[in-house]
């Protein structure tokens, strides 16, 4: 299973974005699908996943009303829509898989539950 991020840039303070996952190489409706962010110096945190049909979604508190996560299984594309961003956004954002939407929040969200990663993309919010 391959996961292709793309969509990052450079943005003023309360611009926006809009991040693409393509997946390829599985069977996309089958996968949960998560995105996580990584800023210089911090771990790694999750910031949104979606059921595998597109029914739930979940954001951490942080992005929400301001991030919105969405899939279509026709294109095996999950993405992640970007608004209001804030200096504190600025990061590399990746794309991942997980089997259960049990793993989008609770103990159980968090890298260790993600099975397959993409190389990020980079988004960068200036002040």
């Known amino acids: 299973v391959q996961l292709q991020a793309s969509g990052g840039g450079l943005v003023q303070d309360g611009g926006s974005l809009r991040l693409s996952c393509a997946v390829s190489?599985?069977?996309?409706?089958?996968?949960?699908m998560a995105w996580f962010r990584q800023a210089p110096g911090k771990e790694r945190e999750g910031v949104s996943c979606?059921?595998?049909?597109?029914?739930?979604?979940y954001h951490v508190d942080p992005v929400k009303g301001r991030f919105i996560v969405s899939r279509d299984n026709a294109k095996n594309t999950a993405y992640l829509q970007l608004n209001g961003l804030k200096p504190e956004d600025t990061a590399v954002y990746y794309c991942?898989?997980?089997?259960?939407?049990?793993?989008?929040?609770?103990?159980?969200?968090?890298?260790?539950?993600?099975?397959?990663w993409g190389k990020g993309t980079q988004v960068t919010v200036s002040s």
């Open positions: 979606i059921s595998n049909s597109g029914g739930r979604a």
């Open positions: 991942s898989t997980t089997p259960d939407f049990f793993y989008c929040s609770g103990d159980g969200w968090g890298p260790h539950n993600m099975h397959h």
């Open positions: 190489g599985g069977t996309f409706s089958s996968y949960v």
